[in-house]
């Protein structure tokens, strides 16, 4: 395993366990993710990476473990000290979970307005100018997302993501469900961001190509650990069984997926 | 293998004891958002249109038929008695002090309460909820508070209403079916009714505004489950909702009419 960046980690997690009922997901995570650097998580579908980023955000409860947000121990914060904290993090939702009953501008434009308090005409400028970041014309703002197809509503909850210039931005599978073209500029987008705003990301795929382009390092969650976590760089060279299975995507090998034969 | 029946009846109990800790606990913490800044206003308004303005022909509705029903029914009893003077009273009597707000508050219920449940039970399933916590928006202030603000400041306006139309109808009924003069009709209707009887009527009206939306909320932001959990929230909200201002109805009569 690599040693921790020097500069002080504005994410570091310590010993990070959650369990649904007898399942355990996470069971010990250890986590630094440096200013301005773009971790890349991957792991097989319902390895609990979704999860993982539910509890830095504070959104599911951990059981144990500690998570340190610049310094800032957030396990046990109450709820005016959360919505501060909250003001650091932007996050892409897997499922998109955008707001139906608002426009697709006012769903980007909520966080400004809500929670920022910035005049409604300018926010408005601001999602316009976000939705025109991920391809989306003036026009797709007017809609209600309901209307849109699930890559647009996938643009669009990446939109709000960004939208209030987060300096942590977490993103659920941003690829999943776009065309390659598509993905391409999405990712050129998340390493735009983590340039121009300095940010910190951590980002799910199951995307290598889409992992390779936007990862500065990258870590591999199996059975509730992180088994390998290295510059993307060394990918390749990893020597880890678990990792080469899963980047060359072979059926056989030491992972054996739960289904029958 | 057989179940005695104290541990079923043991567990049930312990089951309700959660069930009414766990919204004491809800309905505490909604409060102690509905008195704090920041407020949605725009929220609380779309809540009170929703639950006022659109309730208002299904609350109309039902509130003449009451009336009129109200007067009829009472003829065919009191004749026998050469009562009928007294029918006037007896339907504006009975519309403030119970079937206003009850039958408002159940058909309230049975439109609004459902509706919440079923939006934020939608909203629980696909993460919405967690993506207002994402952008620092509290959402029991965003979603919770607005929705009981709107609900207790609005249901006393319906059914003052729905007052109103009953006794209107019982007004068309007693003149135009029965025979009374209308003079008469609406000098018993108006020297009967007390200050009391309207009063305790919109307290009910306005405890049941809380109920209604408590219940909604409540089992709209804990439902789970995808699309069954949604559909179990809706009915859960309805039915929860009508028996606990039933229970409720009781007791606050007893405290207005109990001497
Ligand atoms: N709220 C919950 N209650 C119970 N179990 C849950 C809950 N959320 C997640 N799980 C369980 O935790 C495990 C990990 O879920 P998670 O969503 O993190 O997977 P994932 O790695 O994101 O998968 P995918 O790549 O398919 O999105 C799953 O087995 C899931 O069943
Ligand atoms: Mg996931």
């Known amino acids: 395993m690599n040693a921790a960046p020097a500069s002080a980690p504005r994410i570091r ?55 340190l947000i610049d310094g800032e121990e957030t396990t046990r914060l109450s709820g005016g000290e959360r ?47 976000k939705l025109e970041a991920v391809g989306l014309t003036p026009e797709v703002g007017e809609l209600k997302p309901a209307e849109l197809s699930g890559g647009m509503q996938k643009r669009v909850s990446l939109a709000r993501a960004i939208a209030r210039q987060p300096a942590i931005i977490f993103f659920d599978e941003p690829t999943t469900g776009l065309d390659p073209i598509m993905a391409d500029v999405i990712n050129d987008l998340i390493v735009k961001c ?33 088994i390998w976590q290295g510059a993307v760089a060394d990918l390749d060279t990893s020597g880890n069984a678990f990792v080469d299975q899963f980047i060359h995507g072979r059926a056989e090998g030491p992972i054996t997926m739960a289904v029958r034969k | 293998m057989t179940i005695p029946l104290v541990t079923v009846l043991g567990r049930m109990t312990l089951a309700f004891l959660g069930m009414t800790g766990s919204i004491a606990m809800f309905a505490g913490r909604a409060i102690s958002h509905c008195v704090r800044p920041p407020f949605y206003r725009t929220q609380i308004l779309r809540q009170m249109l929703e639950i006022g303005y659109y309730s208002l022909p299904v609350v109309g509705l039902t509130a003449i038929f009451t009336g009129m029903v ?10 026998r008695f050469s009562a009928e003077s007294a029918i006037p009273n007896v339907v504006v009597v009975s519309l403030t ?33 967690d993506a207002l916590t994402t952008l620092s928006t509290e959402p029991f202030k965003y979603l919770v ?103 409720s109805n009781y007791f606050i009569t007893e405290l207005f009419f109990a001497r």
């Open chain 1, 13 to 67: 997690v310590r010993g990070l366990r959650k369990a649904f009922g007898p399942k355990k997901v996470l069971d010990g995570i250890d986590l630094d993710v440096a200013p301005g650097e773009s971790l890349v998580v991957i792991g097989g579908s319902g390895s609990g990476k979704s999860v993982l980023l539910k509890c830095i955000l504070g959104l599911l409860p951990p059981d144990s473990g500690s998570i």
């Open chain 1, 83 to 129: 919505a501060k904290v909250m003001r650091k993090f932007g996050m892409l939702f897997q499922g998109g979970a955008l707001f139906d009953s608002l426009k697709v501008w006012e769903n980007v434009a909520f966080g400004p307005i809500q929670a920022d308090g910035m005049p409604t005409h300018e926010a408005k400028e601001v999602a316009l100018t």
């Open chain 1, 194 to 226: 983590v340039k121009d705003l300095g940010a910190s990301t951590i980002s799910i795929t199951h995307d290598m190509a889409s992992a390779r382009k936007i990862g500065d390092r990258l870590a591999m969650l199996y059975q509730g650990k992180l």
């Open chain 2, 70 to 79: 109200l007067a009829l029914q009472s003829y065919t009893g009191f004749a």
């Open chain 2, 97 to 129: 002090r119970e079937l206003g707000p009850v039958l408002a508050g159940l058909m309230v219920a049975g439109r609004v309460g459902a509706a919440m449940a079923a939006e934020l039970g939608t909203m629980r399933v696909t993460e919405q909820i």
């Open chain 2, 145 to 247: 508070a607005p929705r009981l603000i709107a609900a207790v400041l609005t249901l006393p306006l319906l059914v003052m209403v729905a007052d109103a139309i009953g006794i209107l109808g019982g007004y068309l009924v007693g003149v135009y079916k029965l025979g009374f003069n209308e003079q008469t009709y609406l000098r018993n209707t108006v020297d009967f009714l007390q200050v009391q009887d309207v009063v305790s009527g919109l307290v009910k009206a306005a405890v049941f505004g809380f109920i209604i939306a408590l219940m909604g909320c409540y089992h709209g932001y804990n439902s789970r489950g995808g699309a069954q959990g949604v559909g179990a929230a809706t009915t859960n909200a309805v039915v929860s909702a009508s028996m606990l201002m039933l229970v």
